[in-house]
């Protein structure tokens, strides 16, 4: 499946943004889903994920009571809500996803999934 990720841009400290993740040509109910985020000079960072059926999310510490993750009704986006922004939550975002049928602790690594989109650049200035 092709990722696309999509919603970055410049936003002020406690502003909010939605991004979104569309997978082409078919959709997401077989993949188990996956948000993370990559500043520069640093590791690629879990901050959300989602089963297969949708019944079951996992977020970050980070990013706790702030972001949620959700998917829409036709499962052919994904979508990252985050509220409360702040300048460390500056990074470039990506959309994963796994077709595998791993364990869903496995959801917050990046080797826990094999797709990935080519992320967008969420600034939050102060």
């Known amino acids: 499946v092709q990722l696309q990720a999509s919603g970055g841009g410049l936003v002020q400290a406690g502003g909010s943004l939605r991004l979104s993740c569309a997978a082409s040509?078919?959709?997401?109910?077989?993949?188990?889903m996956g948000w993370f985020r990559q500043a520069p000079g640093k590791e690629r960072e879990f901050v959300a994920g989602?089963?297969?059926?949708?019944?079951?999310?996992a977020y970050g510490d980070a990013v706790k009571g702030r972001f949620t993750i959700s998917r829409d009704s036709a499962k052919t986006a994904m979508y990252l809500h985050m509220s409360a922004l702040k300048p460390e939550d500056t990074a470039t975002y990506y959309c994963?996803?796994?077709?595998?049928?791993?364990?869903?602790?496995?959801?917050?690594?990046?080797?826990?999934?094999?797709?990935w989109g080519q992320g967008t650049q969420v600034t939050v200035s102060s």
């Open positions: 040509g078919r959709t997401l109910n077989s993949y188990s």
């Open positions: 994963a996803a796994t077709v595998r049928s791993s364990r869903f602790a496995d959801l917050t690594y990046t080797a826990g999934y094999e797709y």
């Open positions: 989602m089963s297969r059926s949708g019944s079951n999310t």
